[in-house]
């Protein structure tokens, strides 16, 4: 008896095991379908600005987080994963280790290291194709050509040398190799030829030194110059010089290391700054550098490379890593501890931090960019629409008058000519680039367009910004160089400006000291009124004539002095870099304004293109002739 | 005969009494029986006071399982990092405190990696095993080598032992298995009586698999809608693998013997790496060769003074080439070697009080090539001692009680600092409330160190020769209950554990560019809850139900910094829920021939794959249906052995794992194979 009391104890005891057990078990949550990662938006800002940046966080090797986020300046919206939702069927998502990021064009390229791809996408980051390559690090573009650096070459050598490729981002073929030294990572172009670093990051305690120089024409190396030991990166500053960051031996202790920012002239001179920069942004005459070591943010002129304060702080950073300047703002990442979130901050340039957004793995890259996407409700479709860029997307013509800053704003380069002149117009004011272009003296002139008609609706049209602005404590006098607009309609349907243009008529159209028919001879040899500040070429070097004439309006002079201070007055309205951007009002232009060559009114729907040109001519001896100049151009009504 | 004896076994470890038997015990066991079937002399003080998880014998081979790792995911407690396929590197964790932290005895000795600290357990077969063991702390035996209270899990494993009955001279077995992705396994043994005290034992075995096996990778849209469903074919993972071993066994009296055992193990093997996008195979390929030699010799004096001397020598080698061209091509060799010595001693001062002591010795060299980094027969070597004290004793049957010191002092060479020794103790007790009613109340509290890898100190690179081993407290208490009768036995248990490990060598990105170094950054503090229950019913017509649950609750957190983003969260890998049950149904029939059935379940909740608990690094839980199926006929008694009466047995089994075929993956990126197949067909006299 005792012996079955004890079998029913026993089995009310594991009969109570059991239901415990199966309890622990309908806890057990159960496998459901693998649905894909999500994009998830999180509001970091109140603060607007125009257009958005892409963040490519590189991902830990081997765990396939690559992750491309997305944040729209313009809502202060950041997005996670923004790459995911938009391209919910590639397989196995974005890939393994991202490791450069640009856009060029209408394109946005991404190096993806470890799945030995550049994947190519719309400016939405919508994939477009994908070129093999493998161990690709870098990218740089020029004449609408990729060059790609790699580790490898498409056959492996025992020397281990890398090669750059070079491919045609319209068809995404590859279509030459050069071999290069060993891990080649960043490149430049410069003057028709490609510089790109030889790291030797494979080869611990015996790294390269060098930098190759590629021939674009030719396609081959024409020369490695020795810079220091393991150069990573590469950059081109506002002097034509490549700054160059050699990371020294990483086997040696921090204090031993013989890290420097090589500075090499187009004479292949070299400056030595004893400086570790782990990363490098060149801004405007400002070259930023991340210190790994000190844990700093330092700033160095690109003028007299001399070291400046910088208000920015980010010695609080575990890992700073990845930098872009702006001319807005300063953006730089926090990897942490590389296998965790890290943390975007931007910072203006008083070194107040704007905000900050959680970023994925290690963070490393960053690219600005004009679109402002927002998450459409179905992430799965492509946005209805087509998506138009509210900013000017091209550059048609570009003649500045002799001035202090042509050649400089854009940069003329051996080799230039007009077409490629306006490729570096587009450069800097594309996308709401902000960069400044100078149409030189009187009669200097650019014309532009939108990659859609501008409609001519209620109000005020177009926005064209310029670098005006009020004298302290007035709105009455200020830098005005105030320029004329005309406007066009592609009543050819050739895509070509070649059609009758439309003066935008301004307040003083009728000033009858105004002269409307007005013209210039500029003349090559005539080029000998310097300023002792710009000693650059006046002359357009562009141009293979020696002489060309500019035509148009001559608005009378504005200038006065006060408190010894030459200074303009502001214009009511209707002219180009005459108000400060910030007044919307005052630096756009309603279409309903045109007028055609005799003055009469005329009723255009819509516009193609626009363009502006300086029309005033005053020269003074100090700050040299007043010239207009432009940043960019918005469409109202796309905003 | 055979079933009697197993039948005094079971009842000796089974009857409510205080006898249990570890490692040694099982050795005088088996002497025991080998002279006269029945006395056993096992006495109280020396048996574990916490008993180990146990898999073995036909219970073992009944399991779903080709190796020891396989084997080791029916035990609670434990995470199995497995990286797929039969070649793929598995490893266990036990009680989320790293893997580096269980150590692996291989017949007693403990199997050391001093490059990585890690033992790959899915390399050791199952075919030769005759019972695996998991102890959380240490054995709780007082009478051991001194390193062995040194780790803070450690998994025995235990391979056959001869024993004959009279008049057999010779055992033979043969072993044929099959299966998915090309599996070919045969195996050899055979036991040989030299003298009636000295035997020899001979294993052999070759695996190879192509390691082809398909996987897919499906992920659908919020709405449902598939975003993409592909199939592809792991490739490079593939294994061939030969195992040889050699066993001699000299019981030369009542209470000493002798054991020498050699080992050795050649492989090649692809190593399939993370599928990637765009990267669906990779290039790594290694070579391994592992052998070793290890001898015990243990006797007792005046039934009061025993000593066990171990001694050990190893040898590895493993070359490592990458031939995927698009990367760093590498080209490396290792070889490593170990010689281990250990002296431990005990003394019974009264019957109810033991006290030990040992002392253990052992000196590792690396030296490594690597072709392209230009390092070249560089040399690294540490020599590590060990002592224990130990005692234990007991309070009439009510209270059994271990405590421990243990003092560790390793010396690096090339290493700027010296560790002072470190003194760890350890301190295990059972209660047992009720004598009559075999119900314990256990507890222990137990501190170790993990001590830094070769690879921890001197990796190129990443090495950090100025690290501090590693500390985990445990603390534990647990509720055990086993009754048995005619027509049940059962072991219920229920565990709480505490752990903290503290100075936890991780990874750490360091100053400049992307370099990774390791350093001493880490707080992890663990929660957990076991929940086992193994039953066996013997039902009407010689029909056995056997039912193995298990199940493990754990918080194992991060709370290193609070001001990092994953604070408070579970670290990578480790599940707050997993478990595993198997129920299996076995028919002996008249004549002796068995059949059976065998179920099993294995859950693994849902994990992240990286410190932050965030939905990028969400993993899925897994779980996997398997199923297996058996027979055992006794052919006839072969006309030469009729004498001895010995019979030839033949044993048949097939396997169907992962059932339903789930795609999942136990390490992110490392897809595990889908449904597939084993047969196996065993002829053993």
């Not at chain 1, 209805?384 to 003329?412: C, D, I, W």
């Not at chain 1, 002792?532 to 020696?546: G, S």
């Not at chain 2, 590498?330 to 009264?350: G, H, M």
Request: proline share 4%; hydrophobic share 35%; aromatic share 12%.
């Amino acid at each position: 008896m005792h012996n079955r009391s004890k079998i029913l104890n026993l089995l009310s005891f594991s009969a109570a095991v059991f239901v415990l057990t199966a309890l622990a078990v309908s806890l057990f949550s159960c496998r459901g379908e693998e649905v894909i990662y999500p994009t998830i938006g999180t509001h970091v800002t109140d603060e607007v600005q125009n257009g958005g940046l892409y963040i490519l966080c590189e991902g830990n090797m081997g765990s396939n987080k690559a992750r491309l986020d997305y944040m729209n300046l313009k809502t202060g919206d950041y997005y996670s994963n923004w790459y995911g939702s938009r391209n919910p069927k590639q397989l196995k998502e974005l890939g393994d280790v991202g490791n450069d990021i640009q856009q060029y064009g209408g394109r946005l390229y991404a190096v993806i290291n470890c799945s030995h791809k550049v994947e190519v996408m719309d400016l939405q980051a919508r994939h477009i194709g994908q070129i093999e390559i493998s161990n690709c690090r870098y990218m740089a573009f020029k004449n609408d050509k990729l060059y790609v650096s790699a580790y490898v070459g498409s056959v492996a050598t025992p020397e281990l040398v890398g090669s750059v490729f070079e491919i045609d981002t319209a068809t995404l073929q590859i279509t030459r190799e050069v071999k290069v030294g060993h891990q080649p990572d960043e490149l430049v172009v410069m003057d028709d030829k490609l510089y790109v670093v030889n790291s030797g990051g494979y080869l611990m305690n015996q790294y390269d030194s060098t930098v190759s120089v590629i021939d674009l024409q030719t396609f081959q190396e024409i020369e490695q110059i020795p810079v220091g030991l393991n150069p990573t990166r590469i950059r081109k500053d506002s002097q034509n010089r490549l700054w160059i960051c050699c990371q020294g031996n990483l086997s040696e202790s921090e204090a031993n290391r013989d890290y420097a920012v090589v500075i090499l002239d187009n004479t292949n001179r070299k400056t030595l700054l004893s400086v570790q920069a782990s990363a490098i942004s060149i801004q405007g005459s400002t070259a930023y550098i991340i210190d790994q070591i000190a844990g700093s943010l330092r700033a160095f002129s690109t003028i007299d490379l001399t070291e400046q304060p910088t208000p920015i702080d980010i010695t609080a950073f575990e890992h700073p890593y990845g930098l872009l300047a702006t001319p807005q703002a300063l953006y730089v990442t926090d990897a942490k501890n590389y296998v965790s979130s890290g943390v975007l901050h931007c910072f203006s340039y008083d070194g107040v931090e704007r905000w900050r957004a959680h970023t994925g793995d290690i963070p490393g890259h960053l690219c600005r960019v004009t679109g402002e996407y927002t998450l459409s409700p179905d992430t799965t479709k492509p946005d209805p629409q087509p998506t138009h860029s509210p900013y000017l997307t091209r550059v048609y013509e570009y003649l500045p008058a002799m001035g202090q800053f042509v050649n400089e704003l854009p940069k003329y380069e051996e080799g230039d000519d007009a077409q490629s002149m306006c490729r570096k117009c587009e450069v800097s004011m594309t996308n709401n680039a902000g960069g400044l272009i100078s149409l030189g003296g009187w009669g200097g002139y650019i014309t532009f367009g939108f990659d859609h008609p501008v409609q001519n609706k209620e109000g005020r049209d177009i926005q064209i910004l310029g670098n005006a602005f009020y004298m302290s404590g007035s709105t009455e006098y200020g830098s005005s160089e105030p320029g004329i607009v005309l406007v066009s309609l592609d009543e050819n349907h050739n895509g070509l400006p070649d059609d009758t243009w439309y003066e935008l008529k301004a307040c003083l159209y009728d000033d009858p000291q105004t002269q409307h028919s007005y013209s210039r001879t500029y003349i090559r040899a005539g080029d000998t009124l310097q300023n002792p500040f710009h000693k650059q070429p006046y002359y357009p070097q562009w141009l293979t004539a020696d002489e060309y004439t500019l035509t148009g309006a001559k608005l009378p002079p504005q200038s006065v002095t006060i408190s010894g201070q030459t200074v303009q007055r502001i214009l009511e309205y209707g002219y180009v870099d005459n108000k400060p951007n910030k007044d919307t009002e005052g630096t756009s232009f309603d279409i309903s304004w045109a007028v055609d060559e005799s003055g009469n009114p005329v009723t255009l729907d819509s516009i193609h293109f626009v363009r502006v040109y300086n029309a005033v001519d005053e020269t003074f001896e100090q700050t040299g002739e007043l010239s207009t100049e432009i940043r960019g151009a918005i469409d109202l009504h796309m905003q | 005969m055979a079933n009697r004896r197993f039948l005094i076994v079971i009842l000796a470890l089974c009857a409510g009494s205080v006898y249990a038997f570890s490692d040694t015990e099982l050795d005088s066991l088996y002497r025991d029986f080998r002279i006269d079937e029945v006395e056993i002399t096992a006495r109280a003080l020396t048996k574990d006071v916490i008993v180990p998880q146990t898999l073995k014998g036909e219970e073992l081979q009944r399991l779903n399982a080709l190796s020891v790792a396989d084997a080791l995911r029916y035990f609670s407690g434990v995470q199995l990092k497995d990286y797929g396929g039969v070649g793929g590197i598995k490893t266990i964790n036990v009680r989320s405190m790293g893997s580096q932290h269980t150590a692996v005895y291989y017949n007693g000795v403990q199997i050391g990696n001093a490059q990585n600290g890690q033992v790959d357990l899915g390399r050791f077969s199952l075919d030769n095993m005759e019972e695996i063991q998991l102890y959380n702390g240490q054995k709780s035996d007082i009478f051991q080598s001194a390193r062995e209270f040194g780790a803070a899990g450690s998994v025995y494993m235990t391979t056959r032992k001869p024993y004959f009955k009279e008049n057999e001279r010779v055992h033979v077995r043969g072993k044929m298995r099959f299966g998915s992705f090309a599996l070919a396994n045969p195996n050899v043994g055979v036991d040989v009586k030299l003298t009636d005290a000295l035997s020899m034992t001979i294993d052999a075995e070759y695996i190879y698999s192509d390691g082809k096996y398909p996987f897919r990778y499906k992920r659908v849209l919020p709405s449902g809608e598939t975003a993409y469903d592909t199939t592809a074919v792991r490739q490079n993972g593939d294994v061939n693998a030969v195992r040889a071993e050699l066993g001699l066994h000299h019981y030369y009296s009542n209470t000493g013997f002798w054991r020498v055992h050699g080992y050795n193990y050649w492989s090649e093997r692809g190593v399939p790496g993370a599928i990637v996008n765009n990267v669906w195979r990779n290039g790594e390929r290694l070579w391994d060769r592992s052998s070793f030699v290890q001898g015990i010799w243990q006797d007792e004096w005046f039934r009061r003074w025993s000593t066990r001397v171990v001694a050990k020598y190893a040898n590895d080698y493993t070359h490592y080439i990458n031939y995927d061209q698009r990367l760093l091509p590498s080209d490396n060799q290792y070889w490593q070697q170990e010689v281990y010595v250990s002296w431990a001693n005990k003394v019974q001062l009264f019957r109810w009080w033991d006290v030990s002591l040992a002392y253990d010795y052992q000196f590792n060299a690396l030296r490594k090539d690597e072709k392209i980094t230009g390092v070249t027969d560089e040399r690294f070597y540490r020599h590590s001692h060990w002592l224990s004290a130990a005692t234990a004793f007991n309070i009439k049957e009510y209270l059994r009680l271990q405590a421990s010191v243990l003092m560790t002092a390793i010396t690096n060479h090339h290493s700027p600092i010296t560790n002072s020794p470190k003194v760890t103790p350890g301190v295990f007790v059972s209660f047992r409330p009720y004598p009559a009613i075999d119900l314990s109340l256990n507890a222990f509290y137990k501190q170790s160190y993990r001590y830094p890898t070769f690879n921890d100190l001197y990796y190129t690179d990443l090495g950090n020769a100025n690290l501090r081993p590693e500390l985990a407290r445990q603390h534990s208490v647990s509720l055990e209950y086993k009754a048995n009768s005619q027509w049940l036995t059962a072991n219920v248990a229920l565990s709480y554990y505490y752990n903290r490990v503290t100075d936890k060598i991780i990874a750490y990105p360091k100053g400049q560019q992307f370099r990774w170094t390791m350093l001493n950054l880490g707080e992890v503090k663990i929660n957990g809850v076991d929940a086992k229950a193994d039953m066996s019913f013997f039902l009407p017509l010689r029909f056995v139900l056997r039912t193995r649950l298990n199940y493990t609750y754990q918080t194992a957190i991060d709370v290193t910094n609070p001001n990092d983003t994953y604070f408070g969260h579970q670290i990578p890998y480790i599940p707050r829920h997993s478990g595993s049950a198997v129920v299996g149904l076995e028919w002996e029939s008249k004549r002796g021939d068995h059949y059976g059935f065998n179920y099993s379940f294995i859950y693994v909740g849902e994990r992240y794959s990286q410190q932050e608990n965030i939905i990028y690094n969400y993993v899925q839980p897994w779980y996997t249906h398997d199923l297996s199926m058996y027979g055992e006929w006794c052919l006839a008694n072969s006309r030469e052995l009729i004498a001895n009466s010995q019979k030839v047995w033949l044993k048949a089994n097939i396997e169907i794992n992962n059932l339903l075929g789930q795609d999942y993956e136990v390490i992110q990126n490392y897809p595990m194979p889908k449904q597939n197949v084993r047969c196996t067909i065993a002829v053993k006299y």
